[in-house]
């Protein structure tokens, strides 16, 4: 299997994950309706430490001291970076107020032009030929197994009926592909 191969693999496996991971577990609450008032999110995990939007900068930042290394810190926010070399990116956290008001927790990074291509690839079929796109979205992550294979399946569910699906799929001997299509 070439490098590119399976750098694509795993920038396409971590897609998966973070969507799977971050997609509402069986007995969350329901998902926002229009006109309903917003949920409050789940925490975020990073380094083994969770965050919550809204609470207080001086308990996350607490935590951080815990965890992790900040850099580039200022009012407004900070770097979340690994504890030991080699010092990675784990994310960033911003402040309004005296609380957090964003987390970011950072899953994959690539370098790889077959990624990069992919995922600039995925962002134009979601402008669908605009310049900007703002829609609802009904989205299903699934499984499919067969004899020698494993396809995992991400689906986007537009209200016009137009869908955009990603499916990884994995062979038995290692081989993978990755598809993106347009279904009416």
């Known amino acids: 299997m070439t490098r590119n191969r399976r750098t694509l693999q795993r920038v396409t496996g971590s897609l998966l994950t973070m969507l799977l991971c971050g997609a ?5 609450a329901p998902q926002n309706r229009i006109g309903s008032p917003p949920q409050t999110p789940r925490p975020l995990n990073i380094a083994g430490k969770e965050f919550r939007i809204g609470m207080p900068r001086e308990q996350a930042m607490a935590l951080l001291a815990e965890c992790c290394n900040i850099s580039a810190q200022s009012e407004q926010g900070t770097f979340i970076l690994s504890k ?3 010092y990675m990116l784990l994310g960033g956290i911003s402040f ?16 790889n032009k077959e990624a990069a291509d992919f995922v600039l690839a995925f962002y134009r079929l979601l402008l669908d030929g605009r310049t900007t796109s ?3 979205v009904t989205m299903s992550v699934f499984p499919d197994e067969i004899s020698n294979a494993a396809d995992r399946h991400i689906v986007l569910a537009f209200p016009d009926g137009r869908k955009i699906r990603i499916k990884h799929g994995a062979l038995d001997t290692g081989d993978v592909v990755v598809d993106l299509t347009e279904e009416r």
Do not use: Y
């Open 96 to 111: 309004r107020n005296g609380r957090v008001s964003t987390i970011e927790k950072d899953e994959k990074q690539s370098q």
């Open 134 to 136: 703002q829609s609802a």
């Open 24 to 28: 509402p577990q069986a007995d969350a």
């Open 84 to 86: 030991t070399a080699p």
